[in-house]
């Protein structure tokens, strides 16, 4: 085990330390600070190699990230070619694995009064990237009784509540005026950023119970909803987040102040970004460009175009909203030259629209015919999803692996292994993005229209 050996003493008399120390702290009142991973580390806390039975917590939630979890390993990808290449070609001035800019995201760097002890940046994205800073209830949250509430109110963050999990997410995966990727970055060789919380928590892979144990008075939810849950409440939750940071994006509102308009990571990368053929053979130039000029790359409106299916069936009425004012972005922002005043104007006007969604899908009753009809009504949508491009036929398979997962658990059909390989069929057309095919993967989506029952 990756550096668990080496520091596992070390790492146990910290945890240790840190339980009789952390409540002198809070009563002192010093500021919340940053203590590093390793105080999660002791077998008795969250290191220990396998689940332990009958506890509330797995308790191998340490071993799972170090072992498994590619956040561990987040600060390597800076250190390797690609890494460095990026930075000599955008000027950092600095290697990439010392710019402020890339640890933002690819390590826990707090500022260094926040920091409780010396910890390993090269550790990557660790406990508390997510869980906050755990100087002030790393102790108490381990007393008997101690309810989650009063470790929220000294720092931790709430990843139980799946809206808050998300925007947690979407600091790094969507991004920040703080932490972000832009057109420049990605021309450098940063991947382009994409999300879906179910699929991106399953290959994490999740180290949390699931379901969780219940709420006293509350019934255990049906571990096959669990999912369904995530993705619809986190495709909501991702498109208020995109509206936002369209807004701060169009006002200039960026760190370093640089007045780039449009900033063309916030349009479709494969309008551009595309196989070259014969014209006779172009898709693209046989559906013809609906809704812009020929030239101008589109909007990425893959946040919103599969998720405006399931808007439809629990609101209606918020969904209407939704779409009017999407409809303005897509078409401004798809334009050359596009307004940024009326861009705000739609943007911040779709945002607490798309919140108002999420907090009814993060509460709302999860059942069986739900996931069906979002399985019949994305088939169903195929044409229109395929010629959004790519991206959002990567968040339609995305969505169909989540939901079909989610209903055939409950439903068990006799041909579950017959749509499963359809599925995994569309992945498969998204290997190689450059040379995807719209009118290849509208067809292969329909066909598992007729598989559904």
């Known amino acids: 085990m990756r550096k668990a050996s080496n520091f596992f003493l070390f790492r146990v008399a910290i945890c240790a330390s840190f339980v009789i120390l952390a409540p002198l702290l809070s009563a002192q009142n010093e500021p919340i600070k940053y203590i590093g991973p390793g ?9 220990s190699v396998k689940p332990v039975e009958g506890s509330r917590i797995l308790q191998n939630e340490y071993s799972t990230w170090i072992i498994k979890d590619k956040h561990s390993r987040a600060y390597q990808a800076l250190t390797g070619d690609i890494g460095e290449r990026m930075a000599r070609i955008l000027k950092s001035g600095a ?5 402020p800019k890339c640890l933002a995201c690819h390590a826990l760097n707090p500022p260094q009064d926040q920091r409780g002890r010396a910890f390993e940046i090269s550790e990557g994205v660790s406990c ?6 755990a100087s002030a209830w790393l102790g108490p949250h381990t007393t008997r009784s101690w309810p989650h509430e009063k470790s929220v109110a000294l720092g931790m963050h709430d990843t139980r509540n799946i ?4 925007e947690k997410c979407l600091e790094c995966h969507l991004g920040t005026k703080n932490k972000f990727v832009d057109h420049e970055m990605i021309a450098a060789g940063h991947p382009d950023l994409y999300f879906e919380l179910d699929s991106f928590s399953a290959v994490m892979p999740r180290h949390w119970k699931v379901p969780r144990e219940s709420e006293p008075g ?7 909803w669990v999912g369904l849950r995530e993705w619809s409440t986190g495709q909501a939750v991702q498109l208020r987040a995109a509206m936002e940071r369209l807004t701060w994006r169009a006002k200039f509102e960026r760190y370093d102040k640089k007045e780039i308009w449009p900033e063309y990571s916030e349009l479709s990368c494969f309008a551009c970004h595309h196989a070259l053929g014969p014209a006779k053979d172009s898709w693209r130039q046989e559906h013809g460009y609906a809704g812009r000029r020929p030239g101008d790359p589109a909007w990425n409106s893959s946040r919103y175009v599969v998720f405006s299916l399931l808007a439809k069936q629990v609101d209606s009425a918020t969904a209407q909203d939704l779409e009017r004012q999407l409809a303005v972005v897509s078409g401004e922002m798809s334009k050359l030259n596009p307004d940024r005043n009326t861009i705000v104007s739609a943007a911040t006007a779709a945002a607490p629209l798309a919140m108002r969604i999420a907090e009814r899908l993060e509460t709302m009753q999860y059942e069986q015919a739900i996931a069906l009809r979002m399985l019949q009504s994305i088939s169903d949508d195929a044409e229109n999803i395929a010629l959004a491009d790519e991206r959002a036929a990567e968040q339609a398979t995305m969505a169909m692996d989540s939901l079909y997962i989610a209903y055939s658990k409950e439903a068990k059909p006799a041909n579950a292994a017959e749509v499963r390989a359809a599925i995994n069929g569309l992945f498969q057309q998204l290997e190689n993005p450059s040379a995807y095919n719209a009118d290849q993967f509208a067809s292969a989506l329909r066909k598992i229209r007729p598989l559904l029952n």
């Open 163 to 166: 809206i808050h999990r998300t």
């Open 218 to 224: 509350k019934p255990v939810e049906n571990a096959a």
């Open 95 to 99: 290697k990439a694995e010392e710019a």
């Open 39 to 47: 105080s999660c580390a002791a077998t008795s806390c969250h290191g």
């Open 128 to 133: 508390e990237n997510c869980h906050g800073p």
